[in-house]
């Protein structure tokens, strides 16, 4: 699956991608005021891009991505980003509206996010996402954790 909208080209993630992802998502921790989730090496990574995941890109280059993994029940969000370059563009908005449409299976989609992640939050909430629950004390810094359901 592959389609250009006004912004980028969304496709399928490939291993290829781990590179330019792993710079996207330390870019986007690094401007984030509250923790993502937590590091992982390179290494980490590039296993987590044998898995599944939408990309978007432009001439070429990464500028948004989902990792998604199957958990068997549902299809569940390990990490999603927008280089701080080129958030508030909508792009995000977009490959969630892809992942939405064209997961395999149709099954639920599940993620989890910081409490005080308002931006990333409202995302969700606008895609359709619902809370189901809190994991307290979760992130690094004694905040929170929200799960949310799709579907
Ligand atoms: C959260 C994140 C993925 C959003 O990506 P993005 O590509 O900028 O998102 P979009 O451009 O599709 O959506 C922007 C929306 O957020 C809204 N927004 C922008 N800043 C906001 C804020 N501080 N609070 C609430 N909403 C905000 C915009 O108004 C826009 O909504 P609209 O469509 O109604 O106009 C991006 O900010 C990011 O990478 N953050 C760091 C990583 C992260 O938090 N990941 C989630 C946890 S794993």
Redesign the pocket.
């Known amino acids: 699956m592959t389609s250009v909208t006004a912004f980028a080209k969304i496709r399928k993630l490939t291993p290829h991608d781990a590179g330019q992802i792993f710079v996207v998502?330390e870019t986007?921790?690094d401007?984030?005021k509250?923790p993502?989730?937590p590091k992982w090496s390179y290494q980490q990574l590039e296993a987590e891009c044998r898995e599944f995941g939408l990309v978007a890109e432009r001439q070429h280059e990464i500028q948004?991505f989902i990792l998604y993994r199957d958990t068997g029940a549902a299809w569940e969000?390990s990490?999603?980003?927008?280089?701080?370059d080129?958030?508030?563009?909508?792009?995000?908005?977009?490959?969630?509206e892809h992942l939405k449409r064209d997961r395999p299976q149709n099954r639920p989609i599940w993620?989890e996010?910081?409490a005080g992640?308002?931006?990333?939050?409202?995302?969700y909430e606008?895609a359709g996402f619902t809370a189901t629950g809190e994991r307290p004390k979760y992130y690094s810094d004694g905040g929170a954790a929200v799960l949310y359901n799709y579907g």
């Open positions: 998502l986007a921790r401007a984030s509250v993502i989730g948004a969000i990490f999603l980003a927008t280089s701080p080129a958030q508030g563009q909508g792009l995000m908005t977009t490959l969630l993620l996010v910081h992640n308002h931006k990333a939050r409202a995302i606008k």
